[in-house]
């Protein structure tokens, strides 16, 4: 099935630095979608958008929609140990009577205290 | 705490057994999906159920049957699997025909297949 093109695979930092991560795709998306997923769990929904350009924050992460519609990407400030996990976006498209998710293939990221 | 509820967490089987893995939720959406993980792997789609219907199948072996009896319910009935069918499942729902939905996520279930 079609895949997002999700970019870093992993990212292995100090606490305290700043993180970024997106996701690209050769087709347009009207919701983008970030969850986090923590070992041997369910992911789980971190920020959701709606709208080409919308920035949005959820404390300590912001993601932003892109113009064109065919990329997002999710900022993690000053992270911390809690951090660590494996981060998903998922694009959907609407059509139909159920709404498809597309998933990325992940970001896995490890924060050293 | 997702409101979408999947037993067990954790399952051995044999390839000769047939079990079944259950996803409830309690968020009066309409819309419940099967998706597979497996290691170093993204997520797969395996089923799509829209009021009770199913919508779409992703090329899913035989061996997987999917059954929603209701709009908070969803099975999925293993029989003769195989060990690469080892995973964790995880189950999803959404609601159907709206504009701004997300895809709430069960805690999955660990398959082990022996």
């Known amino acids: 099935g079609q895949q997002l093109n999700q970019s870093p695979q992993s990212m292995f930092i100090q606490e305290g630095e700043d993180v970024s991560m997106n996701c690209t795709s050769s087709s347009i998306f009207n919701t983008w979608l970030w969850y986090k997923q923590d070992p041997g769990e369910g992911p789980v929904l971190l920020i959701a958008?709606?709208?080409?350009?919308e920035l949005t924050s959820n404390g300590r992460l912001t993601a932003q929609f892109g113009i064109t519609r065919k990329d997002s990407f999710l900022n993690i400030s000053a992270s911390i140990p809690s951090d660590v996990g494996i981060y998903f976006c998922a694009g959907q498209r609407y059509g139909g009577a159920t709404n498809k998710l597309i998933f990325g293939t992940g970001t896995l990221l490890a924060v050293q205290p | 705490e997702t409101g979408v509820t999947q037993t067990p967490r954790h399952l051995v089987m044999g390839m000769t057994n047939k079990k079944s893995l259950k996803c409830e939720q309690h968020l009066g959406h309409n819309a419940m999906y099967w998706y597979k993980q497996s290691a170093k792997k993204p997520l797969e789609l395996m089923f799509v159920?829209?009021?009770?219907?199913?919508?779409e199948n992703n090329s899913v072996p035989s061996r997987f049957s999917p059954e929603c009896p209701n709009s908070s319910h969803l099975f999925l009935h293993l029989h003769t699997l195989q060990p690469e069918d080892s995973a964790l499942y995880l189950c999803?729902?959404?609601?159907?025909?709206?504009?701004?939905?997300?895809?709430?996520f069960g805690q999955g279930t660990r398959l082990t297949v022996v």
């Open positions: 159920y829209n009021f009770k219907e199913q919508t």
């Open positions: 999803a729902s959404s609601q159907p025909g709206m504009m701004n939905t997300e895809a709430f």
């Open positions: 958008l709606y709208k080409a350009g």
